[in-house]
Every structure is written in C-alpha cells, then in structure tokens.
C-alpha cells in the first residue's frame, strides 16, 4: 500500500516503467491540447477518452503530469501553518490528478495496446520517472511534516480511517529510505534509477519472445485439436500472413489447450521449449543478466536502510510478516504436493504403456496424459466440459453472482456512448439491483492479440473516494482467450473458467470498496488475491452449474451426470497445479534470501529445484527468466507465495459458507462477507477484518482439504 502521491507515480505490477532524457518544460497549451491530460468528460462523472489516446502524446503528458505534481508536494512542504491531517496528509491525498489520467492511458498502451514505438517511450522516460519519485520520497520537508502528523496521531489518534492513512503514508516513506543521511538517499535514488530501466528491459524482452516464437503447423498436424482451436489457430495464421497454415502463439492461452491434445509428440516439445524459454534464449533479449543485476541492485539499496534482504524488507507490512512465515507456509504444503505429482506421473505412465506409445513421460507430455488419466478415472473429457463453457454465458454467470452477493446489476452500455481502446472491448454499467443507484462501470478485455501482454488482470481507471465527494468506479477485466473465427462461440477450459472468475473477484472488489482516501484503495499483498481467490468457488454452485453451463449448440444444460465427474474430479492434478506455482513461489523467495554477488540466474534455479526435489517432468509455472510478476516491477517480488497464504484464508472462508443455512448464497455470511473482506480494502488491517468474518484465525487444514492432501495432525 503507497501513499496518493506514491500512488500517482507507482503502476501496478501489469504496467511497466521506462525513462527519458532532460527536456524544456512543457508549454501550458499542453493542458488543452494534449488528450491525455485532459481531464475526462461524458456521462458517468466522466470517463477516459480512449478513442482518442496517441502514443506520441505520452511524453509530454507523464512530464507535464510530474511537473504539476512535484508543485503540489512543494506547496505542501513548504506550507508555514503548522502541519495537520488536512494541511499535509489530506493535501496529498488530494494530489497527483493529472498524472493518473495518464498513467491510465500508459497502462493500457502498456498492458493492452503495446507497440514498438511505445515502447521506445518506455525505455527514454523510466529513469526520469524514477527521478520524480525520488524527488517526493526524498523531499526532507515533506517527510518532516509527515513525521510531525504520525508523532502527534500516535498520542491522540485520529478517526480509524484517519489514522489508518497517516500510519500508511508514514511507513511508506519510512520504508522508501526517508530517514537515511544524504549520502545514502542519493545513492538509494541511483539504484531505483537503474532498477527502473532494467524492469522495463526485462518486460520487454519477454513480450519480445512472445509476438516472435511462433509454432505454425500444416494440415496434417493437428491431430486431436478441437474444430474450434484449429479455426481460431487458422485465422491468427491468416491474420500474420500465413494463409493456409495454423498458428500457435507463444501465450498460455494457445499453449496449454496445444499441449493437452495435440497427438503430435515433436510439436508439444517445441511449442513447450518455445513457451518456457521466454527471455532465456541467450541472445540479445535474454534476461538472465538483467535478473542478476536486478537483485544485485535491491539487496544493495535495502542495505542501505539496514536490512539483511530484500525479502526481510518487503515482508515487514505484509501478513506473514518476515519470510520465514511464508517460507514455513510453502514447505509445510510442498512434500504433499510433490508427493502427489509421483502418483500423478505413474498414472500417466501407466495409461502411456498401455497404448504401447513407448515414451518416458517428458514435461511437454504431462497435460497431455492427465487428460488420459482423467478420462479414464473419472470419465471425464475436458474437450466434453469445454462445450458447457461458454465465454458469453460465464459473463453472465458473473453477473449473476454479484446480483446475489453483491446486489449488483449488469447492464451493456450503449456502444458508441463510452470510449473503447479497441473494438474488443465492451461495456457494462454496474447499479444497485435495488435503488438503481449508480456504482461504476466495467470494462471487458478478452481477447489475445499482438501487443497486448499475456496472462489475466484487472485493474481500475478510477476507484471509489468520498473525502472529496464519491465517486464512481471504472474498473476493468483482461483476458487472453484465442478470438473465435466469426460466427463461433468462445469454450474454455475449467481452468480458464476459474481463473475469469478470479480476475471478475477482483472487479468486484473495487467496487464493493468503501473508503474514504485513496491510499486506503490499495491492497496488502498476501491478502489481496484472497478475495478473488474466493469469487472462484461460485463457478462451481449448483445454481451457477444448472443455470449457466448450456451446450453451445443445442443449448441443453450441462447433464447431472458430467456435473458429478467434474465434483468428483475437483483434486485431480493438485500435484501439478500446486507443485509449479510453489517452484516459482520458492525460487521468487530463495533468489532473495541469496547472495546475489557473481550469482548465475540459471545455475541458481536448477541447483535450488534439485534440493528441493522438483519432479524432472514438470517446470515451474514461471520460470525465473519470464517471471514478469517478479522482476518487470516489485509488486510481487518476494511475494508470489502471497497467492497460497491467501488460499489459506479462501479454504477456510468457504467452509464458512459450506456450513451456513443456504451454503454460498447464504445472506447472513454474505453480508459478513461484503462488509468486512470486500468493503475495507486497507482501511482495515487484514488479520483483523478476516477475524471479525470468521470469529477466528484461519488454520492450513481446510486448504489441505480442499487439494486432497493428508492433513497434518498438529
């Protein structure tokens, strides 16, 4: 969590920083003429003007947005009254306006909209942004009156959100180096510099590998690919100039559908290595050296302040407090998860011998025989479950749970009447089922295409404040499902299914939010994914199943008995999906916990899964030269293992609803569940508001539980 003015200047951790050379202020005519700085008009207080965003425009306005806001944190230190709540902290809170309308803007050309002269931009005004940042986290004055606000709250405390700012805004500073000598504060400024360019190098790199390893494929190469996948591969041939080939892009969401049914041995292996190489080919995009210096450069400016590690430094505000918590958390749960990729690999051996296929299976064969071992233990095809799957008809699935939770309701906005980035994108806006009363709008993201980086994410381009009257929310959900030829529905796996979910948990989170100050809009980090982690569980109700999951030609509901498979499957291939996130979970931690002196990324990632005992026949979810989360910004450096303690508390939440009168559409813990998990954001210290939901802390045994593994007895 950062403070309005760190806010202003900070992307999250999709959106990338980059830097830019001294040039002459720009000329006041800017603010008229430059769309990004404008601030936005139309209906719905007023909503960003995307139709209209130019890449050439976003140099002058991120340095017309720093110049305007480094004059208000100077306002605000150099104010002779006597320094207040309103005076300073309020003040800042107020801030930064102008620079984020544009970093909405930048975060799409980022995230969404990326192009080579973007990127060019990127990369000239990283160390300049890292400048500007300093320049506030650094200004002695403003930190003094800072400083006087929390001494004197700390005697008599303000009002609970009140305080919870200062508190925030305070450790904020405190942790960024503002009680280091000058000396050290100029160096710290050096390595955020450096640092800065490097992650915006490194994200680079990746999305580099991702728009050029391209698998194409002839006709009569795509045994066991469904109609649909071989259409869509079609097309993305088609639309990079490859009429009468297929394409298969080097993205999770046409790699994993690949691997789990292509009967073609030589192609998964190469559409594997294509995937799990990203930004470690050993050529000029290689980001092997860039991580190393990456974590040369945090050890050295934690040190500054002290610290013995940067993992012992990010985790002081985070719920586990210090890595050995996490790291206690990750190995109580990693003998049972590696443990069971043994079973899971014997099985699929098994089903390998017996069609006489004469392999060892390899990590490019694992998704491909757990489809085999599925269908054979369970009787269930994943290719039958993709039918009931709907894209259009999850979107409403969504909806339909926050009408039941939330009290939400959905409705498509008229297009044309709210600016979109691409034709893709479509519209909701979201009201009270009740009074009608206005709560934001949604903005939907699904399809993969060049440019736009891959994975799922939400974020917001405004959130809910009412210390200067409410506002509404503009929140948005991004996706990289494979565009459907026309006039073909969108199917998905279970898993994608989940995860589209997970990322609407976080949307509605933004929404529910009742706050007062911006800085009280941001997550801790090992507790954010907790509430969209638990969105997941609706996917699988009964109500949301017998409504929801119609054929997509027929229209009939998913039959009872491909429901009971899909329950009675619901711990098959925990092994795998809990072995890869904790190998990338671990390494993330270890990395920073290591010495990073002469340290050899790749030697360094192989010795660590040999002495934890990583199953040779699969990688870790992220490998470290990809692993964007980690090291293309700090959002979850040393934190990746945030999404299991979450998953800690999402277990035990569910067994909370699994136990109520009406399960998870139970009203009673509904209520809890929106006034005290969704409502608070950082209003509120985490630990505090999951007891006033549970009446208690979470414990690891309902997490055991849920993946099927032996609960420990103590």
């Known amino acids: 969590m950062i403070s309005k003015a760190f806010k202003a200047t900070v992307l999250s951790s999709i959106i990338l920083f980059a830097s830019c050379k001294e040039e002459p202020k720009t000329e006041d005519k800017s603010m008229t003429e430059n769309i990004l700085l404008q601030e936005w008009t139309g209906p719905y207080q007023g909503v960003p003007?995307?139709?209209?965003?130019?890449?050439?425009?976003?140099?002058?306005?991120?340095?017309?947005?720093?110049?305007?806001?480094?004059?208000?944190?100077?306002?605000?230190?150099?104010?002779?009254?006597?320094?207040?709540?309103?005076?300073?902290?309020?003040?800042?809170?107020?801030?930064?306006?102008?620079?984020?309308?544009?970093?909405?803007?930048?975060?799409?050309?980022?995230?969404?909209?990326?192009?080579?002269?973007?990127?060019?931009?990127?990369?000239?005004?990283?160390?300049?942004?890292?400048?500007?940042?300093?320049?506030?986290?650094?200004?002695?004055?403003?930190?003094?009156?800072?400083?006087?606000?929390?001494?004197?709250?700390?005697?008599?405390?303000?009002?609970?959100?009140?305080?919870?700012?200062?508190?925030?805004?305070?450790?904020?500073?405190?942790?960024?180096?503002a009680n280091l000598d000058a000396e050290k504060k100029k160096r710290y400024a050096e390595i955020n510099k450096e640092l800065s360019s490097l992650y915006t190098k490194f994200s680079n790199n990746v999305l580099h590998d991702e728009e050029n390893y391209v698998t194409y494929l002839t006709k009569d190469q795509l045994g066991g690919l469904s109609d649909g996948f071989i259409k869509s591969a079609a097309k993305i041939a088609s639309d990079k100039g490859k009429d009468g080939m297929y394409a298969i892009t080097n993205t999770r969401s046409s790699m994993d559908p690949f691997l789990t049914y292509s009967t073609e041995r030589d192609l998964r292996k190469q559409v594997w290595r294509n995937y799990y190489s990203r930004g470690d080919n050993g050529d000029e995009y290689d980001n092997n050296k860039i991580i190393a210096e990456i974590l040369r450069l945090r050890k050295e400016r934690v040190g500054l302040m002290g610290y013995d590690n940067y993992a012992e430094w990010r985790l002081q505000d985070r719920m586990a407090k210090n890595p050995e918590n996490a790291m206690d958390l990750m190995l109580k749960v990693w003998p049972a998860a590696t443990a069971r990729v043994k079973e899971e690999v014997a099985d699929m051996q098994a089903v390998a011998d017996e069609l006489g296929d004469n392999i060892t299976i390899e990590p490019w064969d694992y998704r491909y025989y757990a489809e085999k071992v599925r269908k054979k233990k369970y009787d269930l095809d994943s290719d039958e479950v993709k039918q009931y799957l709907q894209l259009d008809k999850l979107t409403e699935a969504m909806f339909f749970v926050a009408g039941e939770i939330f009290n939400y309701k959905f409705t498509p906005v008229e297009e044309g009447s709210v600016p979109v980035f691409h034709e893709d994108v479509k519209v909701w806006e979201v009201t009270d089922k009740d009074s009608g009363k206005h709560i934001g709008l949604w903005y939907l993201d699904p399809y993969a295409r060049e440019g736009k980086r891959s994975g799922a994410w939400a974020n917001t381009y405004r959130s809910s404040t009412t210390f200067e009257g409410q506002t509404n929310v503009l929140a948005s959900n991004n996706s990289n499902f494979v565009k459907p030829a026309p006039g073909e529905a969108v199917l998905v796996s279970w898993d994608d299914a989940t995860t589209f979910f997970h990322e609407f948990g976080h949307a509605l989170h933004f929404f529910a939010a009742d706050v007062k100050y911006p800085t009280l809009q941001g997550g801790v980090r090992d507790y954010t994914e907790f509430q969209s982690q638990l969105l997941e569980r609706w996917l699988s109700t009964d109500k949301v199943i017998n409504q929801f999951?119609?054929?997509?030609?027929?229209?009939?509901?998913?039959?009872?008995?491909?429901?009971?498979?899909?329950?009675?499957?619901?711990?098959?291939?925990?092994?795998?999906?809990?072995?890869?996130?904790?190998?990338?979970?671990?390494?993330?931690?270890?990395?920073?916990?290591?010495?990073?002196?002469?340290?050899?990324?790749?030697?360094?990632?192989?010795?660590?899964?040999?002495?934890?005992?990583?199953?040779?026949?699969?990688?870790?979810?992220?490998?470290?030269?990809?692993?964007?989360?980690?090291?293309?910004?700090?959002?979850?450096?040393?934190?990746?293992?945030?999404?299991?303690?979450?998953?800690?508390?999402?277990?035990?939440?569910?067994?909370?609803?699994?136990?109520?009168?009406?399960?998870?559409?139970?009203?009673?813990?509904?209520?809890?569940?929106?006034?005290?998990?969704f409502a608070p954001r950082n209003a509120m210290d985490p630990a505090k508001a999951y007891r006033l939901f549970r009446g208690r802390d979470a414990n690891i045994e309902a997490l055991m539980r849920d993946r099927g593994f032996p609960v420990p007895k103590n």
């Open 549 to 677: 999951l119609v054929h997509y030609k027929t229209g009939e509901p998913i039959p009872a008995k491909l429901v009971e498979k899909i329950k009675k499957a619901a711990t098959f291939n925990q092994g795998f999906g809990t072995t890869e996130y904790l190998a990338s979970a671990l390494i993330d931690m270890k990395l920073h916990l290591e010495d990073p002196t002469d340290i050899d990324i790749d030697k360094f990632e192989r010795e660590t899964l040999d002495e934890l005992g990583m199953p040779k026949e699969l990688p870790m979810r992220h490998r470290t030269p990809h692993f964007g989360h980690v090291f293309s910004g700090e959002g979850y450096a040393t934190a990746y293992y945030g999404y299991m303690w979450a998953d800690v508390l999402t277990s035990d939440a569910s067994e909370d609803f699994s136990e109520a009168p009406d399960g998870f559409y139970d009203k009673g813990v509904s209520k809890k569940l929106v006034k005290y998990l």
């Open 49 to 177: 003007a995307f139709d209209k965003m130019n890449v050439a425009d976003v140099k002058e306005a991120v340095e017309k947005g720093m110049e305007l806001q480094l004059e208000e944190i100077d306002a605000i230190a150099n104010n002779d009254e006597a320094p207040t709540f309103e005076n300073t902290i309020v003040a800042m809170e107020s801030g930064g306006k102008t620079l984020d309308r544009v970093f909405t803007y930048y975060g799409i050309l980022s995230s969404n909209m990326s192009s080579p002269e973007f990127r060019e931009i990127q990369a000239e005004l990283a160390p300049k942004l890292s400048e500007f940042r300093s320049k506030i986290s650094q200004n002695e004055k403003l930190f003094q009156r800072i400083k006087a606000v929390y001494e004197a709250s700390q005697n008599n405390p303000l009002e609970p959100q009140e305080q919870r700012v200062v508190d925030l805004t305070y450790k904020q500073f405190e942790m960024n180096g």
